[in-house]
């Protein structure tokens, strides 16, 4: 089957919003063994949103909307939709008795606007909205299908995974299952390069690759008449990938991030951790402290942006920062051997280095970091160049100090 994600809204067009539902929702769809050939982007205009929805309906068999199902009067979708499925709007019960609660909860007394979320175009299914107010609508005719979700990720991304992609497993006679291979320390070129052979042969099932902020990931794909089947062509696969990749692969789990896994290392080591962060500015906590359950490993987050915060809350020596600088391999190591003093941390990783845009010299120019990882009194110091814009610096900056926190912890 074919889908067609179409992302409303006037604020995405003139870039007020990065509209990362449409790579949410194709990554999700592409797991599912769905076909995607056309994205649309489409401003809170009713005759453009009906003649888009209209022409993905000629050529998709199922679309799928997010955005614009508020209670504002420039929140359209359901109402175009509904005139493009040839529906009139009717009130849902559950989903009124759902609004009337969530503003209970909340000791608000809900505006008259609101109410305008439950509705629903007749004879739809609303899907229940665990996280908001709008509920998300499924109609059908004629074998299309239509489906509206909410915009806000929060809302939207729970909505599709809990409720939306097992109704979508339904339409389809043959089980796809998928299985993602995630690679680290290997750039992209070269990891693609190692599969290329599986990928020039390959038929049931498909191996494709996807690049990741310091990670390559490959999506094991399989197509069969039940879930047993699908997995034991995707077996084979993975444990071909598992030979080529070996210790590189930190998860074989679609839900696992690189901060999980490392966390989950910590945790069966029974080992603590504490981070020094300079140019990425507690990014690297911030990772961190996004897994569930990381508080019973992580002890402490130190951001020393300053020179004086170096010496004086992780003990970097005044000495070392005028012969070296605060962009160095020594200023890293005292602040890894440091911050472990100071939280009393089995393990560390400390971060200094030239952000950008300003800032560097021919010598350590724009771009220039250390990274340093102490892991029960032993130390390692790495230098990376890095390229790109302030924030993309920082963040590949956090990517590669992970990889190395993880290598450390495994003993490479």
């Known amino acids: 089957m074919t889908v067609e994600i179409i992302c409303v809204g006037t604020e995405l ?11 949410f929702l194709a990554e999700k769809c592409a797991a599912l063994g769905l076909s995607s050939y056309f994205q ?3 401003g809170d205009n009713r005759e453009r949103l009906l003649q888009t929805i209209k022409t993905a309906v000629k050529r998709a068999d199922i679309v799928l909307l997010s955005g614009g199902l508020g209670p504002t009067g420039d929140d359209l ?3 175009v939709a509904a005139e493009a499925f040839g529906r009139r709007l009717v009130e849902d019960e559950k989903s009124r008795r759902h609004i009337e609660a969530y503003f209970a909860q909340r000791g608000i007394t809900p505006t008259e606007n609101n109410w305008k979320q439950a509705l629903v175009p007749e004879g739809a299914k609303a899907i229940p909205n665990k996280n908001g107010t709008a509920p998300g609508i499924i109609m059908e005719e004629n074998g299309k299908y239509a489906i509206l979700l909410p915009g806000p990720p929060g809302e939207l991304k729970p909505m599709f995974t809990d409720s939306v992609m ?3 497993r339904t339409l389809e006679d043959d089980v796809i299952e998928s299985v993602t291979v995630k690679v680290v320390d290997i750039g992209e070129s ?3 390069t190692m599969v290329l052979d599986l990928m020039e ?9 996807y690049a990741k902020t310091g990670e390559v990931h490959f999506r094991i794909t399989a197509r069969a008449k039940n879930s047993k089947e699908a997995q034991d062509l995707i077996a084979p696969m993975a444990e071909e990938l598992k030979k080529r990749f070996g210790s590189h692969i ?7 991030t690189l901060e999980a896994a490392v966390a989950e290392l910590l945790a069966e080591k029974n080992w603590t951790i504490a981070t020094a962060e300079s140019c990425t500015g507690g990014l690297l906590a911030s990772r961190l402290v996004n897994v569930p359950g990381v508080s019973k490993v992580f002890h402490a987050g130190f951001v020393t942006y300053a020179d004086e915060a170096k010496q004086n809350l992780i003990g970097v020596k005044e000495e070392t920062l005028e012969r070296f600088g605060a962009v160095s391999r020594e200023t890293a190591w005292e602040m890894a051997v440091g911050a472990a003093k100071t939280a009393g941390a089995d393990v560390t990783v400390s971060i ?7 800032g560097g010299t021919k010598e350590k120019p724009v771009g220039l970091v250390y990274i340093g990882c102490y892991v029960n009194g032993q130390v390692c110091v790495e230098e990376y160049r890095f390229i790109g814009s302030r924030l993309t610096i920082r963040e590949s900056v956090v990517s590669a100090a992970l990889v190395l926190l993880r290598k450390c912890i495994i003993g490479k």
């Open 166 to 168: 097992p109704y979508l």
């Open 352 to 358: 200094t280095g030239i952000a950008g845009p300003d």
């Open 190 to 192: 070269r990891a693609e």
């Open 77 to 79: 979708t359901k109402d």
């Open 201 to 209: 042969n390959q038929s049931n099932p498909t191996i494709a690759p």
């Open 13 to 23: 067009l003139l870039g007020n919003i990065v509209n990362t539902n449409a790579a």
């Open 250 to 256: 930190y998860t074989m789990e679609e839900e696992v």
């Open 40 to 42: 649309i982007v489409v």
